[in-house]
């Protein structure tokens, strides 16, 4: 019986999300030997060394360790802003779409979304939208980028772009945040330093647990005034951890280690890409595959995207869908070229039966 039920194992491939790594075994021996203390009274060694390394790869003044990428951008939004005011964003950013209304909610603020092109948007369009001093109106007091962006492909906001953006919010006294959850992707496929993109930012937030593979954890950098206020607000919205070192330990790891490879991981995604935009029935923007997200559209295919997720599952491929048919597949540190080469077959033999 035992070995019927592992012949009936389908072994799954599982494209739904860089958030799916799991820790390797040198990440595990880290965590296991971490050194820890209590880091809301600043005494974990391995909380403070991270912060510190963060500090001399991004050259931001200070840095802080937070639960995750949504609490990042919402201590930073909230340090950034008063209630009453307006940020500007992207209108399919994450900021808008999955930090669950939290700028309303925590921050009691409003978001003006703006219309951009694969993610990013232009020095003209904030200039359009900024609000003129008038009782009528809410303050603009925040802009926000996020690079790589994650529903467009994670496609990278061009560089030109956010120094234009950033020197006019230094000329309308706004601030300007960069959401770089997968930062690390946009500095790995430009080849521009981390510390460059930080140059241009009041503050940054940054994940170790989406292609890094940590399993938990994202840092929030600005200035060290900047930061002792962000540490408020983390303690106020419950993100106090203790000893955290553990988690701090694997992060730390993943920065020393993970960094480079993630190239291998859009060097896949772009196999994949290759493949995906001569199925029959897709829409698929090539121009968007710059890094590790592979996003493509079944309206034409006959079928809904909750339809394809099921049959790809059958057969041992996992994706995501929103938006109705749009699906989205991510490489990672756990996705190997075989991995690739089956999600191509289960892909070709999903599309092309339904011809």
């Not at 790589?148 to 230094?170: Q, W």
């Not at 983390?234 to 790891?253: E, S, T, V």
Request: charge should be neutral; proline fraction near 3%.
């Amino acid at each position: 019986m035992g070995n019927l039920i592992q012949k009936n194992v389908i072994l799954m491939v599982d494209l739904r999300s860089d958030t799916l790594t799991k820790p390797t075994a040198a990440m595990r021996e880290a965590i296991f030997t971490a050194e820890v203390g209590d880091d809301v009274f600043g005494e974990d060694p391995n909380v403070n060394r991270l912060q510190e390394m963060m500090v001399e790869i991004t050259g931001k003044e200070a840095a802080l360790f937070v639960a995750s990428g949504t609490m990042a951008n919402q201590i930073c939004i909230k340090t950034h802003t008063q209630p009453g005011n307006e940020i500007i964003v992207e209108h399919n950013s994450h900021l808008f779409n999955y930090e669950s209304g939290a700028p309303a909610l925590l921050s009691h603020i409003q978001v003006m979304p703006i219309q951009g092109i694969r993610g990013s948007f232009t020095r003209e369009q904030v200039e359009q939208v900024i609000r003129p001093l008038n009782v009528h109106h809410p303050k603009t007091a925040l802009v926000c980028i996020e690079n790589t962006h994650n529903r467009s492909g994670g496609s990278i906001f061009p560089f030109d772009d956010i120094k234009r953006i950033s020197e006019l919010s230094k000329e309308k006294n706004l601030k300007l945040h960069i959401d770089g959850a997968r930062l690390w992707n946009a500095s790995v496929a430009t080849g521009i330093p981390i510390k460059k993109y930080c140059d241009l930012a009041h503050s940054v937030s940054m994940c170790f647990s989406k292609g890094l593979g940590a399993p938990v954890g994202s840092i929030v950098l600005g200035t060290r005034q900047f930061i002792d206020q962000a540490r408020y607000y983390r303690k106020a919205f419950g993100g106090g951890m203790r000893q955290a070192g553990i988690l701090a330990a694997a992060a730390i790891y993943a920065v020393e280690n993970h960094v480079d490879r993630l190239a291998e991981d859009h060097r896949r995604a772009k196999i994949l890409g290759k493949f995906i935009r001569n199925l029959p029935g897709i829409e698929f923007d090539p121009e968007s595959l710059q890094t590790n997200i592979v996003i493509f559209n079944v309206k034409n295919s006959g079928m809904s995207g909750q339809q394809v997720v099921e049959l790809l599952a059958r057969k041992g491929v996992k994706m995501l869908t929103f938006a109705g048919t749009k699906m989205r597949a991510v490489t990672h540190l756990d996705i190997s070229d075989d991995d690739i080469q089956k999600a191509i077959s289960v892909l070709g033999e999903v599309f092309n039966s339904k011809q």
